[in-house]
């Protein structure tokens, strides 16, 4: 067996967050968002956190409660303003919280840098646009490249589908999403699921994210 | 401003400019079969109503799915199958899924064949504005527009070929701030479809709807 | 439909390979090897090939024996030197063949980058060896790396165990290999596989390479 | 050449050599429990015939396999389940498959706690030569041991402490090409257990087998 640990309580499985940390929250929209862990985050205290996350939160629930709490002093994140990110909206206007606007690709590409031990890589996207401003640009064979540096958390939130003993993970359709290239990116990663299953049943070639990199799992 | 270098000899004319149907329609004709694509948010996800099923196009959704389906029937609501609108999606035998930085990759190397996406402006350069007005108190938010914009063979551009106010959108340079350059290959407009002749740094437009050629030359200051 | 084409004839999928072309060639010894399209390839008369694979041919069969019919000027590989490698060891002792050795992690994170559309990343693989030498260094964050750039392949030979018509793939245990990085970094990727199975009867959450990869398959 | 940088003080010291069987006993006992880990081709293999299935330890097989098995009996033998050494392996329960690019991240991401290698030399910065002789009509051959020398939180080396003739493998710096720098936390040999304090560029005795640790001290000049 491999050393992750089970949990039913969320608060308990994020034993350890402190105040500063970087914490990479999984989800596109709604789909793998995991909400039990964001609720317990809040329920922590820890303060002064950078949320890397595609989105920046809705509506006054999840992130946006997160955000609402005075929390987070930074959000990292590929499309904060939505609908209904009224929060958001607010601190940023306000000046109370700092912004790194990053596209969605390079968002997803420097975590999975981070997760495989790449030191940087040359991005083709952004090139001559306001988010390259300031950094390296190179032109290697005849094509314009972005110097993007790696997103590492502290601590990565995950949703997926089910677990096994071994800490495995599978998940469902396009809750997939973010989930296992932030399992590889933070120092502990904690995931939420819906369903834990037994040694050997879980299709090995089906596998996406192995136990290697899930610290603690939150049960249903 | 330099004036917008545009080539309208061998430009075909139609009479009537065409409706948002008849434009999503217009794009989808030039999709080729068995093409994999990507449709934007908005009014590029319209397109799909359009591709002819026996056509083969495999439409490619950045969220992390290949072979996506039609938008889901409300007794068909899946929270965990979604489009990059987040609108409920189906899912079609023959899809697969994977997690963004594998989605990202295979839109960044180059193997979806045509990207359709909204815009602000597109310059004769094929340089692409559609991510941010450049208004100083707007709230930046890109999502995957900018990996989009580099990320297929072909980049395709829909949108109403004026603003409300009757200035061109498509221009010499951009005035708003780039989301990707040199990127736009064809633009699909209410009153004229253009390529963007990259060699030459020119708008050359193919077909104009509604209007003369020399018409749309003259709004286009070209 | 995707618009992956479905052959019994390895020969006629291999049609367009020209002299002097690049071809990836998957499988870690014997496992995932592409048996009937190496023979195959040796079948085009295609001369003059660079071969990018992680071993260089066993005895003189496969790899060796396209390498006994002086079809291959280079072999970027990260194990040429086997206990059978006797027909590579004496083309390279002859002076008759080229060998670029590259770390194997390296070797595959390069194909990744070809098929990711990264333009080239710093890796910290190799520092202060041989095989970094020429190369650019750079330290980040207090690490050493070596920037290396993507390898591209003109075709890309991949066995798999099955694909259904939209030219998904699966493949078997470890023979996955270097098949799934392989698929995407060439201009054409050709598969062979011992099975296909119906539309719908893959689990689209098990695909491991998607159709858009997959440029032809060869049928068992 | 400097004398080698070596501390002595504070070795336990043991009557007998370990033979091949103890060595590899005495690594799997730094193994900690439920860690992950690599065991390099030859040698380091062995380690896994001395690991306790109760310690939880979980095997990674750069040729893209966690939770690999023991070697398989004749009647198990599948040809697509190999390890780094092609060795065909058997799938216990909880295992799971990746990719070469998806393995070689998982390495170099850091994510194994230990990976277990066999030396020609390891010099006192924790240097590490195992992949070339250096002589001149040797056909480079690198396979992963450049990757697996930088891609564990701890690499451990296992070898015997002297070539057949005499000379010491712990040098005060590499005369072989090297496969990575610094790389090195412990050595493993017949002689002696030891740790590199990569503060101090210092070999650091913690046991003696089969020799007091000043007469290791002695034979390899420090």
Redesign the interface.
């Given at each position: 067996m491999g050393r992750t640990t089970f949990h039913t309580d969320p608060v308990e499985a994020l034993a350890g967050v402190a105040d500063g940390d970087t914490v990479l929250v999984g989800g596109f929209g709604m789909a793998g968002m995991p909400v039990r862990l964001v609720d317990a985050l809040i329920e922590t205290g820890a303060t002064d956190l950078t949320i890397v996350s595609n989105n920046a939160g809705n509506g006054e629930t999840g992130l946006a409660a997160l955000l609402k709490a005075r929390r987070v002093a930074k959000v990292i994140c590929s499309f904060p303003r939505q609908a209904d990110s009224y929060v958001f909206d607010g601190l940023y206007r306000a000046g109370e919280i700092e912004l790194e606007v990053v596209p969605q690709g390079n968002l997803a590409e420097r975590m999975r840098a981070a997760g495989a031990g790449i030191g940087a890589f040359y991005s083709p996207t952004g090139v001559g646009t306001l988010l390259a401003e300031g950094k390296e640009q190179r032109t290697i064979d005849g094509r314009d490249y972005v110097l993007e540096m790696p997103i590492r958390g502290d601590w990565a939130l995950v949703a997926a589908q089910a677990a096994d003993p071994m800490g495995n993970l599978v998940y469902r359709k396009t809750a997939r999403n973010f989930g296992p290239v932030m399992a590889t990116a933070a120092a502990t990663t904690v995931v939420e699921v819906r369903e834990t299953v037994e040694l050997g049943a879980m299709d090995p070639e089906a596998v996406v994210t192995p136990g290697i990199y899930v610290d603690r799992v939150v049960t249903a | 401003m330099s004036a917008l270098r545009l080539d309208v000899t061998g430009a075909v004319e139609h009479p009537e400019p065409l409706d948002r149907a008849a434009l999503a329609a217009r794009v989808a004709r030039d999709v080729p079969d068995?093409?994999?694509v990507n449709l934007g948010i908005g009014q590029p996800t319209t397109v799909a109503d359009h591709l002819d099923p026996r056509a083969?196009v495999?439409l490619?959704?950045?969220?992390?799915?290949?072979?996506m389906g039609r938008a889901a029937r409300e007794d068909e609501v899946?929270?965990?199958?979604?489009?990059a609108g987040?609108v409920p999606v189906v899912?079609p035998?023959?899809?697969?899924?994977?997690?963004?930085?594998d989605?990202?990759?295979?839109?960044?190397?180059?193997?979806?064949d045509v990207c359709v996406l909204g815009a602000f402006q597109v310059s004769a350069a094929g340089?692409l504005a559609n991510w941010?007005t450049g208004a100083p108190?707007a709230?930046?938010?890109?999502?995957?527009?900018?990996?989009l914009a580099?990320?297929a063979k072909q980049v395709f551009v829909m949108m109403s070929l004026l603003t409300k106010d009757g200035t061109p959108k498509i221009v010499p340079s951009l005035t708003y701030?780039?989301?990707?350059?040199g990127c736009v290959d064809r633009v699909f407009t209410d009153l004229g479809v253009f390529a963007i002749d990259h060699e030459r740094q020119t708008v050359v437009l193919l077909e104009a709807y509604g209007a003369s050629a020399a018409d749309l030359a003259e709004r286009l200051g070209g």
């Open positions: - | 068995h093409a994999y083969g495999v490619h959704t950045e969220n992390g799915m290949l072979g899946d929270p965990d199958l979604i489009n987040k899912e035998p023959g899809a697969s899924y994977f997690h963004h930085a989605s990202f990759a295979m839109m960044r190397g180059g193997h979806l340089d941010h108190d709230i930046p938010a890109v999502g995957g527009a900018m990996d580099i990320g701030p780039a989301t990707g350059l």
